[in-house]
């Protein structure tokens, strides 16, 4: 059953602007491991995942590590698990999910016969009845084939079947690029270092694109062979690797684009005078429904942080928190509570 938000004070809607400034999630890839809070792997070849590819994928570090600050992706001509190729796929299915915003990453990918990196977005609802797809939508920001000197983006949905819009642009993968997603109510916006290739419209769910308006989650993948890239031959480099930088969701300003874990629903109320101005310090309640990852932070009128009251997992119960105002000047600040799927922001106005 789904679950209700009960508001408990009143809430002021935010006008957002096309300003991707509030940072929602990100992996910087600075840890000495890979973050488990973050993304889960998986493991196996299932039939060539629906692409004959060739490869096994594992989550041994001789396929996916952390070094120098990258997230390194690489593919080795080895026999394991009955195939002739190993590699790495990653996603944050089930720990990371996002409705809207801006999604982008910085990536250095491989080039060889049969090589194919990918940056892509999968719909959470995938699994929902068996094989949902293309019914959950996806979106692959960076697709790219062999020896080509072309970037593939491609968005996948289901009007009475299968449909698909793509293109592609001139690009050198060897080298470090940002790969970005710019997704709202209206519209989905592809770009290669903030240049717009490709746009499709979600408007009103228009040719059936409903799914794009449900949480997506992020995957990170370098595939070995398969229907489209073909299968490597003796040019093919081994071992070769796929560079991540980072993966960066931001929202827009206030924070549209929701952070997800299992944590659906919260109860989130500020104890203060009402209407606005509000007391100096200042008690925020909130109740979780289950374990989850929680951010609180107060925001400017711009939407930018100007205080994090709370960044951590936290179990199912009720909490409250503190923020003094009393070192702030008086203006427009929204406080903004995200737990799992949930996102909800509260205007404030402090008079001095």
Not at 85 to 109: D, H, P, V
Not at 125 to 154: A, F, R, V
Not at 235 to 243: L, V
Request: net charge negative; hydrophobic share 35%.
């Amino acid at each position: 059953m789904k679950k209700h938000l009960v508001i408990l004070f009143l809430l002021y809607g935010i006008q957002s602007q096309a300003q991707y400034t509030n940072l929602v999630w990100s992996d910087e890839f600075n840890d000495a491991t890979i973050n488990k809070k973050n993304w889960v792997f998986e493991t196996g070849n299932n039939n060539g995942w629906g692409n004959s590819e060739l490869e096994y994928y594992t989550n041994r570090p001789e396929n996916a590590c952390i070094n120098n600050g990258n997230l390194q992706i690489i593919a080795k001509k080895e026999s394991y698990g009955g195939k002739s190729y190993t590699s790495a796929r990653m996603k944050t299915q089930g720990l990371q999910n996002f409705t809207y915003g801006k999604i982008e990453a910085r990536i250095k990918a491989p080039v060889g016969q049969g090589m194919w990196p990918a940056f892509w977005m999968l719909g959470k609802n995938i699994n929902d009845s068996g094989w949902n797809w293309p019914k959950c939508g996806e979106i692959d920001i960076l697709e790219h084939i062999d020896n080509s000197k072309y970037l593939n983006g491609t968005i996948h949905w289901d009007n009475n079947g299968h449909v698909s819009n793509g293109t592609t642009i001139l690009c050198d993968v060897t080298k470090f690029h940002v790969y970005g997603l710019e997704w709202d109510e209206n519209s989905i916006k592809l770009f290669l270092d903030g240049t717009k290739y490709l746009e499709q419209s979600i408007a009103n769910n228009v040719s059936s694109t409903d799914e794009f308006h449900l949480p997506f989650f992020i995957l990170l993948n370098l595939a070995v062979g398969g229907s489209w890239p073909g299968n490597p031959d003796a040019t093919t480099q081994f071992p070769d690797t796929m560079f991540v930088d980072y993966v960066r969701v931001y929202g827009l300003n206030t924070g549209i684009g929701s952070v997800g874990s299992e944590c659906n629903s919260a109860n989130f109320s500020l104890s203060q005078n009402y209407p606005n101005p509000f007391n100096l310090s200042t008690t925020i309640s909130f109740n979780l429904p289950s374990k989850s990852y929680v951010s609180l932070k107060v925001l400017d009128y711009i939407g930018k942080e100007v205080a994090s009251i709370e960044s951590n997992e936290l179990r199912a119960g009720n909490y409250t928190r503190q923020w003094d105002a009393s070192g702030f000047p008086g203006g427009i600040y929204f406080c903004r509570l995200q737990a799992g799927s949930f996102t909800e922001t509260k205007k404030l106005i402090l008079l001095k």
